[in-house]
């Protein structure tokens, strides 16, 4: 539950309230932006406008998400957030992303407060040509990371790294999904229609019996 | 030497469309109540389509938007219907605060804003008599940090929703829209002549027209959006 301060709390019941974001990330060079103009000083630190909607978007729309990623999109890259270029000091970064409510007339800054706290994952940098320029990345929160157990387990590289003569994951990698059309025409080897390479001699048979039929 | 950001041509136009750009998360109910909030702060968006211009005109406009290298650089992007506001469509020719001309600049402004939320901006300085009319531009230039003194590289404007005359101590306070962001120093100058807002060209909706048999682009379609700094 959001307490949020009267003052916000009228002006978002009047309908006049506008909303907007800023993220913290804790980096080793502190990477303050939120999406207004003009710098901004929220708990006696300086966050770097990026006049985006989008950071305000994300903190409006996920409500109830705590326990969530949230994504976050900064559009148009700024010179404020080049700095999020340098994936690898940035990745896994602790961010916080913080929702804030201004009055009406845009002057005033009637409540902020933590919208989600957690650590950046992916960070992927997006540019399309004669299109816009972005950078996504999410916040994993740390409930997240609670439900977890183990470690991966999907291919025969990682069971064998647990128990080296444990191969009950070999044919993982074969068992991928195959489409068999039916009614089409008969195809010369068994490879065409599944898309594996047969082991020589067995396809030889096999064919054999597809032929005879 | 062409200093950015760059004026506009002055004339030229057909068409424009100047308005306030505001984005509304709304959460409209069935009974009518209509929820939700704004997302971010108001700017100020722009469109403009060429006329069927002189070609000297033509010519200037293309080389203009040539300038500007798609979205890098900025311009002062202003409303062609308000270069001086509505009364004075020529500009100030005859006015006089004293003895001296008047040439467009207020002395000083400030701002209030009233009981239900409206921006009352008042200038001093100003001749006796002029007329602020609905719609009519004020703005506001100040020095980008760093920058020389005068250069005026931020730039925005405000229009007026309440109109009023100046008064004879040279006062008038006009209701305006929207209100000024909150880091305008008061160091800025609010002016009347050609008041503009420093402007980022939207590559994907401005389209240069082909040439015609009188070698005239005509129907150049150039859309900007605000850029508003500190």
């Known amino acids: 539950m959001k307490i949020f301060s009267p003052a916000a709390m009228a002006e978002i019941r009047k309908g006049t309230a506008i909303v907007s974001g800023a993220v913290e990330i804790l980096s080793r060079d502190p990477i303050r932006l939120w999406g207004g103009y003009g710098r901004l000083p929220i708990e006696g630190e300086t966050y770097e406008p990026i006049a985006d909607r989008a950071l305000a978007q994300v903190s409006g729309q996920a409500l109830g998400g705590a326990a969530q990623n949230v994504n976050l999109t900064l559009s148009g890259i700024e010179p404020e957030a080049l700095e999020l270029l340098d994936a690898e000091e940035v990745k896994r970064a602790p961010a916080t992303l913080r929702r804030l409510i201004f009055s009406g007339d845009g002057k005033r800054m009637l409540d902020q407060h933590v919208f989600t706290r957690g650590r950046l994952d992916p960070l992927t940098v997006r540019d399309v040509i004669g299109g816009a320029a972005s950078i996504a990345t999410s916040i994993e929160s740390a409930a997240r990371g609670l439900g977890r157990r183990g470690g991966r387990m999907r291919t025969d590289a990682d069971q064998r790294l647990i128990k080296a003569d444990d191969g009950f994951f070999k044919n993982v990698s074969f068992a991928a999904e195959k489409n068999l059309y039916w009614g089409g025409q008969k195809p010369a080897t068994a490879a065409q229609a599944t898309g594996a390479i047969p082991a020589s001699g067995y396809a030889g048979g096999y064919n054999a019996q597809l032929q005879a039929e | ?230």
């Open chain 2, 1 to 230: 030497m062409i200093v950015y950001p760059r004026p506009m041509p002055l004339t030229g136009m057909a068409q424009q469309l100047f308005d306030i750009l505001r984005v509304d998360q709304a959460a409209p109910e069935a009974g009518g109540y209509m929820g939700g909030v704004q997302s971010g702060f108001p700017l100020w968006v722009a469109t403009w389509t060429t006329a069927r211009n002189t070609r000297d005109v033509s010519d200037e406009w293309t080389a203009w938007l040539s300038t500007m290298r798609g979205a890098q650089r900025r311009f002062l992007g202003r409303d062609f219907a308000r270069s001086f506001p509505r009364r004075y469509p020529k500009g100030f020719g005859g006015l006089r605060i004293g003895t001296t001309a008047f040439t467009g600049t207020a002395a000083t402004w400030s701002e209030a804003i009233d009981e239900q939320d409206n921006a009352q901006l008042t200038l001093t300085g100003l001749p006796v008599g002029l007329v602020l009319s609905l719609t009519d531009l004020i703005g506001f230039r100040w020095d980008a940090g760093g920058a020389a003194p005068g250069s005026y590289g931020r730039r925005t404007v405000a229009r007026v929703t309440e109109a009023s005359v100046v008064n004879a101590q040279g006062r008038v306070t006009v209701g305006i829209e929207p209100p000024l962001p909150y880091f305008i120093p008061t160091t800025a100058q609010a002016h009347l002549d050609y008041p503009a807002c420093v402007m980022t060209i939207v590559p994907a909706d401005t389209k240069v027209a082909p040439i015609d048999r009188r070698l005239v682009a005509t129907g150049t379609v150039i859309a900007g959006v605000q850029d508003l700094r500190p």
